[in-house]
């Protein structure tokens, strides 16, 4: 009798590929974090994933990796610096820098004459660079808080709902710096630049509206979307462009690079909103995998109200999708869904070592802590 239960569970799980693999990469949950009063919109790990900041529109709160919390801090959009010593927070016109282990206040970063919208710390921690409505980006250094470089003028055009919210194109100025330190990337909705980052010399800019941009790990390429929606590559070497084979691209706007810079990845589409993966080093595509979207109406003008936001385990193996009504986990390698849940719901991170995944849960107010051992 048991041979033959063994026998039929063979052929079912031979049948029903999925039926397994879903169980094999189902992360658990582990804690709830409780405490925010109103909706949370950021979450991430430090860099070795055992401090976790959330933060809602006011607050921002820090957590170890068993979801006790540890303090609570002025200001939003948190980011730890590389080494996971400090944590960012912006408050209106300043950039506050925390000691992430204590909460004491390290620096306050003054100067920009409008509200801070963007932040990043250089790859080695030494250098942070944050990026006002004003339209200037000010370069600190992170030890002593002292602004080395001032880039202008960074022109910010006003969020047209015919135009930009088709396109969904952010009201921000866009800061980010290559892995290897040599650039700094500016985008607005008019254009982005690229800067060197010792001088502040402008190096690059591309005249045509860029909805998305961004570097690869490797720092060998600059991730964009080129006219007529399409995405194209720049080598940042040669400066040259190459173009992927990537089909239609239409409501292009999302661009994320895999981790081990193999992969790249596009979110676009209108009716079939989609994930294009592409092999970075042939420039081909290798699979598609469909994503949600949910697009609505507002006056004359037809806009993403929400849709799948792609990210990638630590691995390169996974891809996430994370929306306001779910989180969805893909095999890259096979295109397969390998997990999904209604619990949770965007923002959600994974910690730098993959151990762990974060997700706001369906209250928008809760964080749910997620074992992600399975992933790895």
Known sequence: ????????????????????????????????????????????????????????????????????????????????????RLLLTIDNTKAKLWDATTG???????????????????????????????????????????????LWPVKKLPRYRIVSRVKRWANTVHVEFSVDLRFVLTRTLEVSRLWETATGKLIEEFKYPVVVATFSPDSNWLGINGPSDHAALLNLETRT?????????????????????????TGSGYKDYHATLIDVSTRRVTRTIPLAANWSFDMISVYLKDADVLSFHPSSKFLMGANQQSVKLWNTSTGQLVWE???????????????????????KKTVLLWEAESLR
């Open 104 to 150: 004491k206040l390290r620096l306050s970063l003054t100067g920009h004459a409008g509200k801070i919208l963007s932040t990043a710390f250089s790859p080695d921690g030494t250098k942070l660079a944050t990026g006002c409505e004003a339209g200037t980006v000010k370069i600190w250094d992170a030890g002593t808080g002292v602004a080395s470089t001032t």
């Open 341 to 363: 849940t209604t619990e949770a719901r965007t923002p959600a991170a994974f910690g730098l070592d993959g151990k762990l995944l974060a997700t706001v849960g369906k209250d």
């Open 1 to 84: 009798m048991n041979r033959i239960i063994v026998f039929f569970a063979c052929i079912i799980l031979t049948a029903f590929p999925c039926i397994g693999k879903s169980r094999e990469f189902a992360p658990k949950l582990k804690a709830t974090l409780v405490g925010h009063r109103s909706q949370v919109d950021h979450v991430v790990f430090s860099s070795g994933g055992e401090l976790v900041a959330t933060a809602d529109g006011d607050t921002t709160r820090v957590w170890n990796a068993t979801g006790q919390l540890l303090f609570a801090l002025d200001g939003t959009a948190p980011r730890f610096s590389p080494d996971g």
């Open 241 to 265: 462009t190459a173009t992927p084979s990537s089909g239609e691209t239409h409501f292009l706007n999302q661009i994320v690079f895999s981790p081990d810079g193999q992969t790249y990845v």
